[in-house]
């Protein structure tokens, strides 16, 4: 199985190490400094929990030279790890990049990506997936992760999963120290990582909290709580109920951050630059509007947001 990369931030970044480091074959686009620090010195990634870091190399090239590459040297599966709204930017490169029996899996943040892609990518294969990993990017081809946490779920919406191809993808990510897991109804686990991701992020915003604020009793904490039941509503009107109460597990993912650390909407937003705010924040209230489930804690923080013109 042959693996790409697309996105080498706080989820690519890590997700292409490990893969490497496992021997895997797998290609990760860059570009700018980005690509001449990995083609340099490799991935360089360090643990916040544990003060260890780890460099390694990896294969690396541009979107255009990938494209140049035979059919054969291209991958079977591409893995989507940008940001939601750099996702109209790469379509036009998946579009020429993924053929008939290509597996396309977008890892992003955003609730439903997979679907929105397939019906740009009519040839692929394209899955839906979410991941869990708290990385950021602190220089090119550096990044710091801040919990051990590493996880992706993927499947097909249509619950087939009996694809070998599919369970092989699930075995090399375990092979590479991922917990990767396939789901028969992805509608639901991305929804359930949903309900981690979005209030995270929409909380961390409205009080401009990190990890710690949420770790302990405080407005910081009830927000995320409240937002978490809204996320869970939602899932119930969907049809896809969550399996359990996801307020003490994502309490429980939170106590394994460290203390300082933050989501990359919230790193985005101070550094002035597009952040996910429609995918997690504004989407939520449409969602709500869309199924008559009542999401106030939703709507005061996307009130916020307009007053403070953050987009």
Not at 211 to 224: H, N, T
Request: glycine share 10%; with cysteine.
């Amino acid at each position: 199985m042959k693996y790409c990369i697309i996105g080498v931030g706080g989820t690519g970044g890590p997700t292409g190490a490990k893969l490497a480091q496992a021997g895997k074959d797998v290609t990760l686009i860059a570009r700018g400094k980005s690509l001449a620090a990995l083609q340099k010195n490799g991935i360089t990634i360090r643990h916040l929990w544990d003060g260890e870091t780890l460099q390694v190399p990896v294969r690396t090239c541009t979107l255009d030279d990938y494209l140049a590459l035979s059919k054969e040297e291209q991958a079977d599966v591409i893995l989507v790890c940008v940001k939601g709204y750099s996702l109209d930017s790469i379509l036009p490169f998946l579009q020429r990049a993924a053929h008939p029996g290509t597996i396309v899996l977008p890892v992003l943040n955003i609730y439903g990506t997979g679907s929105r892609l397939q019906d740009k990518l009519p040839k692929a294969d394209v899955l839906d997936g979410c991941i869990y990993v708290s990385a950021a990017q602190e220089a090119p081809g550096v990044l710091v992760q801040h919990g051990p946490i590493h996880r992706i779920v993927f499947g097909p919406r249509d619950h087939k999963i009996q694809n070998p191809v599919y369970r092989q993808i699930a075995q090399d990510l375990k092979d590479s120290g991922i917990s990767g897991e396939l789901s028969d109804n992805i509608q639901r686990d991305a929804l359930e990582k949903f309900s981690y991701v979005s209030p995270i992020g929409a909380a961390g915003l409205y009080y401009n909290a990190v990890a710690g604020d949420f770790q302990k009793e405080g407005p910081a904490r009830d927000l995320f709580v409240r937002m978490i039941r809204e996320v869970s509503a939602l899932a119930d009107a969907m049809g896809c109920p969550f399996e359990k109460d996801y307020v003490p597990v994502n309490l429980e993912i939170l106590s394994h951050l460290s203390a300082d650390a933050t989501t990359s909407m919230q790193r985005d937003v101070m550094a002035g630059h597009p952040s996910e705010i429609d995918g997690l924040v504004l989407e939520v209230v449409r969602m709500g509007h869309k199924w008559n489930v009542p999401v106030p804690a939703y709507e005061m923080v996307a009130d916020e947001m307009e007053k403070r013109g953050v987009h």
